[in-house]
C-alpha cells in the first residue's frame, strides 16, 4: 500500500509548488511506486466542513510535507491558520514530518509565519530553496531516506560502501597500530597490535572480502582525500564578530579523522584565552582554557563523524572574538529535533562504523550524549547556552567568555590570563608564554602536551617546542641525543627569567 504524503501550505502563495509537487510525486519513477501525494484542493467535494477534511487527511497521511514562506494565510475564529493547525495535528499524532523554508522569504516574512518557522526550527529538521526545481530535489531525496529509513527501500550507505579505486595499500599500518594501542588503553580493544591487517579491519567493518570501505579510508587511509577531496575541515580565525579580512590565520587540515580531530582542537586551543594558576596552589600549575577542551573536542568530533561525505561541502571551523563556530554538511537523521538534542536520546550515526572507530578510540566517551555534554559543561563552567542551527546543515555555536562580561572569565591575582584582543598579536609569542608558564621542571615532550590538554604533535613541536627552544626559552636534557627516549625539556636560565617576570606581573 502506498504511503500518503499530505502537502501543507498556504494554498495561494504556493500554487505552483503544490501542483509541481503533487506531480512529480505522482510520475517519477520511484516516488509513485510508494507514496500518494494529497492537496486539499484536490480532493472530492463530500458535505463535510473544510476543517474536518484536511484535519482528517493530516490523521491519515503517514508522512507530513509543510512549506513555509511570506504569508501566514487565512485565519480560523481561534486565530490560527489552516496550516498551523495541520502542522500542530501532525506532531500531536507522530506523524513523520518533512519541513521547506523559501529562501526569499525571511524579510517580509508575516509575523505569525516567522513564529511558526521558529515553532518548526526546535522541532524538525528542515531544508531551504530558492526554486521549484531545487524544492523538488530536496524532497525527492528527503522521501528516498524515508523509505530507506523504514527499510522499503535497501541501498549501502556511503559508511558500509566498498570503495572499488582503493587497494589495501591504501591503508597505513602505522596508523591502524596506533589505533590498536590507544583502543586497548581506552576501551580494552580485543587485538593486539601487529595483528593482520585484514583482520583488525574486518573487526572495524572496514573491509568487504577483499575491499575497503569508504570508512577505513577515513580512518586509515595514508591519503584520505586522494579519493575524497572535500573531507576536510576548513579553519579560520577572525578578530571581530564576522567573517571579514584581514583573516590571522586560516588553514585547511587533511588526513585521517582523528588527525582532523586533534588538530583542529589544538587550532581552537592556540587560539581562546588560557589560565595558568601559581605553583603554591598545586603541585602541578591548574590550567583553564576559556571554553573547556572537552566541549571544543565534542562539538568537532561530532562534526567530524557526523557529516555527509557524500556533499561538496566540508566540516567549517570559524573562531569569532565572542564565539565559536562549528558546522558540517548533513543536518539530523529523521528521528531527532533540536529539541530531542537536549535531552538524553538514543543514537542515530550517520557514519556508524566510523562513529565505532572513535569510540573505540575514545575520542566519543557515549553514544547519543554528545550534545547533553556539551550544554552541561558550558553550563558548569558559566558560559552562555550553545545554540544549535539547522540553516546549513548542522551547526554548534560556542560563546566565549566575553560575552557575559566583556573579559574573559577566570581572572585573579594569582592567575596569568591569555587574552584575546581585537588587535593583530603574535599568536607564536603567546603560545611560548604558555610553555613557559607550565614549565615547572624537566618535561617529556608528551607530559608537556598532556598538561596542555593537546593532541596534534606536528601542532605542538611546530607552534609551541621548536620556537621556544630557537627563542632560548626552553632546553633540552640530553642535547646530544635529540630522539632519545629519555629527552625532556627544561626552562633555561632566560625562560627562567621571562617565567617569574610573567609571575610577578599577574
Keep these: 500500500m502506498k504511503q500518503k504524503i499530505f502537502l501543507s501550505s498556504v494554498q495561494k502563495e504556493f500554487a505552483q509548488e503544490r501542483e509541481a509537487l503533487h506531480r512529480h510525486i505522482l510520475t517519477d519513477p520511484v516516488l509513485q511506486l510508494f507514496f500518494e501525494p494529497i492537496l486539499f484542493e484536490k480532493l472530492p467535494a463530500n458535505g463535510l466542513q473544510p476543517m474536518e477534511v484536511y484535519l482528517k487527511e493530516v490523521t491519515q497521511a503517514e508522512v507530513y510535507l509543510i512549506l513555509i514562506g511570506k504569508e501566514y494565510g487565512f485565519e480560523t475564529p481561534s486565530g490560527i491558520s489552516p496550516t498551523e493547525l495541520e502542522y500542530d495535528l501532525a506532531q500531536q499524532e507522530n506523524i513523520f514530518s518533512l519541513a521547506f523554508i523559501k529562501n526569499d522569504t525571511e524579510i517580509d516574512r508575516n509575523p505569525k509565519e516567522q513564529a511558526l518557522f521558529r515553532k518548526i526550527q526546535n522541532s524538525l529538521s528542515y531544508k531551504r530553496f530558492t526554486s521549484t526545481t531545487e524544492l523538488l530535489s530536496e524532497v525527492t531525496k528527503a522521501l528516498v531516506v524515508v523509505l530507506q529509513q523504514k527499510g522499503i527501500l535497501r541501498s549501502i550507505d ?49 573491509i568487504s572480502e577483499t575491499q575497503l570501505t569508504n570508512s577505513g579510508i577515513l580512518a586509515f587511509g595514508q ?39 586533534d588538530e583542529a582542537v589544538d587550532f581552537i586551543l592556540s587560539k581562546i584565552a588560557l589560565s595558568v594558576g601559581l605553583r603554591s596552589q598545586t603541585n602541578q600549575a591548574p590550567l583553564q582554557y576559556e571554553i573547556p577542551r572537552a566541549v571544543i573536542a565534542e562539538a568537532i568530533v561530532n562534526a567530524v563523524a557526523h557529516r555527509d561525505y557524500q556533499s561538496k561541502g566540508s566540516v ?103 587574552q584575546v584582543t581585537d588587535q593583530v598579536t603574535d599568536q607564536v609569542n603567546e603560545l611560548i608564554k ?69 609571575e610577578q606581573d599577574a
Excluded at 588503553?185 to 572496514?206: C, D, I, M, Q
Excluded at 573531507?231 to 585547511?252: M, N, Q, S, T, Y
Excluded at 552541561?376 to 539547522?390: A, V
Design 158 to 206: 556511503f559508511d558500509s560502501e566498498v570503495n572499488s579505486k582503493a587497494k589495501l595499500d591504501a591503508i597505513d599500518e602505522d596508523k591502524v597500530n596506533n589505533f590498536i594501542s590507544l583502543a586497548r588503553y581506552k576501551r580494552g580493544f580485543p587485538l593486539r597490535e601487529g595483528t593482520a591487517l585484514p583482520k583488525v579491519l574486518s573487526h572495524l567493518n572496514f
Design 223 to 261: 591519503n584520505p582525500q586522494q579519493f575524497f577531496p572535500t573531507a576536510i575541515v576548513k579553519c579560520a580565525h577572525f578578530h571581530g564578530l564576522h567573517v571579514a579580512k584581514p583573516i590571522p590565520d586560516h588553514r585547511v587540515i587533511k588526513g585521517d579523522v582523528f588527525t582532523q580531530v
Design 316 to 418: 567549517q571551523l570559524m573562531l569569532f572574538a565572542d564565539r565559536v563556530e562549528i558546522s558540517n554538511p548533513g543536518g539530523l537523521p529523521p528521528e531527532l529535533t533540536l529539541d530531542k538534542l537536549r535531552t538524553d536520546h538514543a543514537s542515530y550515526p550517520r557514519n556508524p562504523h566510523l562513529a565505532e572507530a572513535l569510540y573505540q578510540a575514545g575520542y566519543i566517551e557515549r553514544f547519543g550524549t554528545g550534545t547533553g555534554e556539551i550544554l552541561r559543561l558550558c553550563k558548569e563552567h558559566g558560559l552562555l547556552e550553545p545554540i544549535f542551527n539547522l540553516e546549513e546543515g548542522f551547526k554548534v555555536t560556542l560563546w566565549r567568555p566575553s560575552t557575559i562580561s566583556g573579559q574573559v572569565t577566570g581572572q585573579a591575582t594569582d592567575q596569568v590570563t591569555d
Design 434 to 502: 604558555r610553555l613557559i608558564l607550565i614549565s615547572d621542571q624537566a618535561y617529556s615532550r608528551q607530559e608537556l602536551m598532556t598538561i596542555l590538554q593537546l593532541k596534534h604533535n606536528p601542532n605542538f613541536r611546530d607552534n609551541y617546542l621548536n620556537p621556544a627552544m630557537e627563542e632560548g626559552f626552553i632546553e633540552m636534557t640530553i642535547p646530544d641525543k635529540p630522539n632519545s627516549t629519555n629527552q625532556k625539556y627544561r626552562l633555561t636560565e632566560k625562560g627562567q627569567l621571562v617565567k617569574t617576570k610573567l
